[in-house]
Every structure is written in C-alpha cells, then in structure tokens.
C-alpha cells in the first residue's frame, strides 16, 4: 500500500512470512485429514502435535492441555459456557469484570438469561482491576472468575497472578482472556495460576482463523461443539491444519524475539504518547501509565470525534482505531472508557494506536507531524471547542 503506516495492530497483524510458508505445504501438498491412519493422515497427526508443543511451550503448559479453536471467541465462549454447564451442580455463580471483550460479555450476559448469576467487577480510572474487588465477589456459588490479561482498547494489564492465587485459595476456576497479550509479553499459566486461557493466531502474527484454549489438566469442561470427538473430546471437527502450523510456528517466533521487540516497541510508543501530549493540548494518555501492553498507544483527545480522526488519519496514509475494532461501527461510546470514569462526549475523541514489528521511529514521527494540524482543523468546526478555549 506504498507509503501507508499500519497503528492498528490490536485489531490484527500481518501474518509474517516464514508463518505463511510452514503452513503452505498443508494446503496442497499434505493435505491429510488428521483423523486418517494412512501416511497423509499421519504427516498431518505430525504437524498439529509440533504445532501443539510449540504453543504449549510459550504459555509453559503440557502439550495436552491446550485445545485448538477457531479463535479468541470461541476460545472465550467454551470456557465460560463449557465451566457453566460442567460445574451447573456445583454453582451458579460468575464473576467478571466490566472492561471484557464482548466475546466475554455477551457470553456472560446470555448465561444470565439462562438463569445464572455473574458479578461484573467495576475497574479504576487506569482499567485496573482491584484483586481485593474480585475476592469480595466471589461467593459459595461461584464457579469460574474471568479477567482478561490485557485491555484490547486501551492495553492495561492485570494483576493476574495475584487474582489466580486467589482463586485456588477459594477453589474457583479462573480464566483470562490473553487474546492481546499471548506474543507480546511473558505467560506462564502455572505462575499465574490460570485454569483456562484464550489466544488468538492473528493478534501475534499468525492466520486469522485459529486460537486455542490452554485448559489446566483434569479442568471439568463441557464442549460447545460435538461430532466426532477431535481434541481429547474438547472441540469436535476436522482440525484446520494449515491454519494450527500456522498458530504453532507464530508461536515459536515470539518466543524468540518477544523480549526485544518489546523494548523496541516501548520506546516507541513513549515516543509516540508524549509526543501527543506535548503537541495536542486537551489531550491524556488512557490505560495504566506502566502497567501496559508494549506496544499499546491509546489516547483521548477532548473537542473531536474519534471516528473523523480516523477518516483523516487514513487519508494520510495512517491506519489507527479508536476503541476497539469489534466496536468501532457502532457509534457507542466505548464500555471501557466509560467504566474508567471519562465522560460520553470526552470518550468519543479515542485514539488507540497499537505498534508492531514494522513500524519504526519515522511512522511515530510521521503521526505526530499529521494529528496535531487533523485535530486543529476538526477542532475549529466544533462549537464546544469554541466556547472552551
């Protein structure tokens, strides 16, 4: 796209090379189904269990324990429906938090209309979640307590070894939605005490597609989808191949350039919010000031509307979002922002713009040349603007 700078990579990156060509051969030419016990089903069986070991060695998992889906929301939909409909005798009781993703969200809600009881959690001016909130709300019915790694909008991350310790001292299972996290920064599912974990190929430099579900050994879990009986009974149907080589050898990548891609993305994303800050007046940093996904730049800039930005962003050449990808065709004011305390009107002038392996100090640059001039002209066509200055 010539000169284009991609910021949008919380929505998706760009499936790396040497990803696209591990999984090429496992469209034409082994093209096996698993489940066959000839050679071409073998060559298949071979590639999904390396891919399986790679993934489980980036999350510090056992190979069994990981279950190969269609994506993040699957992976967040078999956890809470499969622990609800598992543990229905056990309790009736969810606990969550307000900032989820909507695959969370609306999992929990529909789960509400079947007759179960979910707290949602509140958060702080930050998005950070209070272990000792989560602890409160958990109850002698509780069954599952579900917290995401890390804020797909504006990149916090939660205490959530703290909250998983927690969780075993009551007995409750926990899940994270690691969607934003898995790749970019240090996982280990036995330090953090997490039961059951979502990811996303795509969010790290893999297909779209494919996810899996880490689910911690002897986890009771019912399916969401029955046939013939693939991953241990976890996940009915004929595995998507190419797509697990795929998950697998994105894998392995990020656990051998994650920690210096996240000091390089640090950098420039510092570079990037203090420059907006200093250059914009009327303008703050939204999330955690530290505690924050390396390569996470969200913004509010008060007297604009987010969705003009982007348009003129865009046509600079600049892709960005403003809140979250999933949401941002609907004109909502995004849930997060509201749940951290800012106004409707001031969550309306959102900015996420989120880094990755591309990007360099000349597109950080190249931002903060173009925003300023962007939000003074859409500035001088609001009369709140106006009658604020």
């Known amino acids: 796209m010539g000169n284009s700078i991609y910021l949008d990579h919380a929505a998706t990156t760009p499936t790396e090379p040497r990803v696209v060509q591990a999984m090429l051969p496992y469209f034409s030419e082994k093209y096996g189904n698993p489940s066959s016990i000839h050679r071409f089903g073998q060559e298949a069986t071979q590639a999904i269990t390396e891919a ?10 056992q190979p069994v324990e990981i279950v190969f889906t269609s994506g993040g929301s699957e992976s967040d939909n078999m956890a809470l429906f499969g622990v609800a409909h598992a543990l229905q005798a056990r309790g009736d009781h969810i606990v969550t938090t307000v900032i989820e993703h909507h695959a969370v969200l609306h999992s929990a809600q529909a789960l509400e209309k079947r007759g179960l009881k979910v707290t949602y959690v509140p958060v702080d001016e930050h998005a950070l979640v209070d272990p000792e909130a989560i602890a409160r709300a958990i109850t002698s019915k509780t069954i599952l307590v579900s917290v995401m790694h890390a804020n797909n909008e504006v990149g916090t991350i939660q205490p959530i070894a703290e909250i998983g310790r927690i969780c075993k001292e009551r007995g409750v299972l926990f899940h ?16 953090m005490n997490v039961d059951l974990l979502s990811l996303s190929g795509h969010k790290f430099y893999g297909p779209k597609g494919v996810g899996a579900l880490y689910v911690r050994k002897a986890t009771r879990l019912s399916p969401l989808i029955y046939g013939g009986g693939h991953e241990r009974g976890r996940r009915s149907g004929t595995e998507n191949v190419p797509g697990i080589v795929g998950l697998g050898a994105a894998a392995s990548l990020a656990r051998e350039t994650m920690a210096a891609e996240a000091e390089r993305e ?7 919010l203090d420059g907006i800050v200093e250059r914009i007046p009327h ?6 000031p530290t505690q924050r996904l390396p390569n996470s730049a969200s913004v509010v800039i008060e007297y604009v509307e987010g969705e003009s930005m982007l348009l003129n962003l865009d046509f600079e050449g600049i892709a960005a979002s403003s809140g979250s990808a999933c949401t941002s065709g609907s004109l909502e004011a995004s849930h997060v922002l509201l749940a951290m305390g800012l106004a409707h009107e001031v969550a309306h002038g959102s900015l996420r713009l989120t880094l990755g392996r591309q990007n360099t100090q000349d597109d950080v640059d190249r931002v903060l040349e173009v925003l300023p001039p962007i939000v003074e002209k859409l500035r001088a066509m609001s009369p709140l603007y106006t009658a604020n200055k």
């Not at 640090?266 to 990037?272: G, K, P, S, V």
């Open 283 to 288: 303008s703050r940093v939204t999330g955690h």
């Open 266 to 272: 640090i950098a420039l994303r510092e570079r990037l």
């Open 52 to 61: 399986r070991d790679a993934l489980a060695a980036l999350l510090g998992a």
């Open 176 to 191: 994270t939605d690691a969607v934003q996290a898995v790749g970019h920064v240090p996982i280990h599912v036995n330090e």
